[in-house]
């Protein structure tokens, strides 16, 4: 971990610089793939299967009966917390649906605004040995709350063709409409053309690698919409002298672990506690299981050492974490300023494992500096916005005039008339 | 315009299709300019205004006593007319400002997201003889509500290197901070990256040609977001026997206006309507300026006969029109059926020259089929939802096993770490 000592202001681009992250190179594989699936639907799919993820698959669904054995071959104390993970991630989200009501602009104009669901969603799970089930319940319960018609989950399959039946069961839960053992490119590509199989989507969600990534961009070429282009996951923490300095280790060490390329970051203008958290990170690394991966992780982590509080709520601004852990006396000061993050965690009991898994916010949360720009996944990403207008003759009266002249001074005489040709009388 | 009697759902696609918007032939050309604007920042902007607006400009930034005398060029009707316009936007739009409550998901834990205006914001207002001034109210009232720290403002400048006096009062009504003479490809490229002059901005919006909307598609890949991608515009409309022929023919007549490439869509289960409404078309058609430009867009207009008025609401939803007219008896009965358009216009007093310019909606739209998963713009659309949560010892106490269980199963040990270290005594 580097320790940079009051970086200046011009320093902080380069500081704060995130891996480049550029599909181009993955361009021919990605198009090949989506012309085959395009023109031979399933064929093409069990071919890139077989190929890929070295089983050759009759059929991508999963069946109703695997799905609701996926149950049994769980632990109570998994299936429980599933179900508490699902109870708190729901009622979280169900905050979000919000309410509108005509608006009355002049006597006879009343316009309005409806969320309306997007009728078909596809998420894509990424398989490999650690199953992110949790992903599920973060993308479908929202999906659900907002309505969708129909919400599909494609995830390739294990070397038996098996799907991990803790994701089975979190699918269940979470009410999702069809499962299909499908994974990569060739996934992204059936959502977004059909097969005879897996249903055409209007817009894709998920995590995935960087094969994953490349297909989403290239699907919204066809029409379909995406979550957000997603880079490697971030923290970043604001700490003061009042924290706990192993707590804070641990966040770091947590946020390590997601991977190799994860991007770790601690601010504070505490030299004392800086040193504190250095010494307790690496005492608790020797306890740790996946020791290897957390190691190159935190070989291009950063620390910064700041003049004070308020350049260090700045530096994070400029930065715009996906994760941004306040661990600060007077954290709501800091927390006020806040201008871009995913996520925030305030005090020393909120750990971004919490938000990862239960307490109930989205984990889905915009990377790579798009919290500049981004949300986080909500109920709302799974709807539209439609506005509605009713107008009366009245209304339309009160109006012509403003109309007319506009639409004359944008020389467009067309609508001149719409307007002239229902008051002649 | 082509009458389709009846046409059977394996037509739908076709009937509904729209023209291929693929600006990979415009690659080479956008890529040139950004990387000339990227690296001579305000030297290129000026050698391109040279090249494409044939105006040598010193600066591209409009000085505000421009700005301030632009109202003196205008007249009072027009003053008044953009005035009512403003008002009637922003009271709809200020209806779109969403509360946020905290949500206690536990005893000790608590949830909450917050909107958060996205700082820096770039709005495009085409050039050309019709000057967009409807435009820049519809992109920085909304801006201006979100409570965006910095809106500027590109458009191309005419000959003489003027700005329309229109565009620059409303640009002035709106609190816009800067306005810049620039137009096309280089000014997507300046807001990208910032020159001397204009600022780097974090999310780009509004109307223009081809080469606008792949100078915006190509800076997303520089992390700069976009409101959405944007085809000609469309309007779909629903009738029956007991609209008013002409008002209707006034409606497809004021949307062909807008250009050769505008797509009009009508719908009905009466033939006898149909042929009521194409004569007004005729008939009206040769009172208006713009009647090359209609005549050609209306060349490709169609026109449905189904069964009934279900089927023509399904059609509606099958397309996602941009803008979606219902003029018929019962109305309400099929403006609860939407579900895929950008803007609903109820009963025969609402025509869509009043959402264009003065009811209060949004007239920046999703056409070209987004209207199934995009919304048109609200005052979200500014914004940010960021998530915030304060976690108690208590009530990571309530969480502890859920998180653990999940992070285990997950094997993200580091995670388990994080959690057991908080809470060992």
Known sequence: MEIIRYPKREEWPDITSRPNLNYEYLHDIVKEIFIEVQKKGDRAVKRYTKHFDRIDLETPSINKEEIEQAKNELSEELISSIDT?????????????????????????????K?????EIGLYIPGGNFPLFSSVLMLGIPAKIAGCKKVVLCTPPNEEGKINPALLYAAQ?????????????????????????????NKIFGPGNQYVVAA???????????????????????ADDTCKAEFIAADLLSQAEHGIDSQV?????SEKIINEIIESVNKQLKTLDNKEVIERSLH????????????????????????????TEHDDYLADKVINAGSVFLGEYSPESAGDYASGTNHTLPTNGYAKSFSGLTVNSFCKQVSFQRISKQGLTSLASTITNLAKAEHL?????????????
Chains 1, 2 share one sequence.
């Not at 969320?115 to 009728?119: A, L, M, Q």
Request: glycine share 4%; net charge negative; aromatic share 8%.
């Open 300 to 327: 291009h982590a950063k620390i910064l050492l700041t003049l004070n509080k308020d350049e260090a709520i700045e530096i994070a601004n400029f930065y715009a974490p996906e994760h941004l852990i306040i661990a």
């Open 115 to 119: 969320d309306i669901p997007i009728e």
């Open 216 to 238: 989403k961009l290239y699907s919204t070429q066809f029409g379909t919409a995406i979550d957000m282009p997603a880079g490697p996951s971030e923290l970043l923490i604001i």
């Open 413 to 425: 005489n067309a609508h001149v008339n719409s307007i002239r040709i229902r008051l002649k009388d």
């Open 265 to 269: 970051m601690l601010v504070s203008w």
């Open 173 to 201: 839960k979470a009410n999702i409409d069809n499962i299909y053992a499908v994974g990569g490119i060739q996934a992204i590509a059936s959502m977004t053309f059909g097969t005879e199989s897996i249903p055409k989507v």
């Open 85 to 113: 993970a699902y109870n708190n991630i729901k009622y979280f989200h169900e905050s979000q649906i919000s309410s509108s009501h005509k608006v009355d602009i002049l006597p006879g104009v009343q316009c309005w605004q």
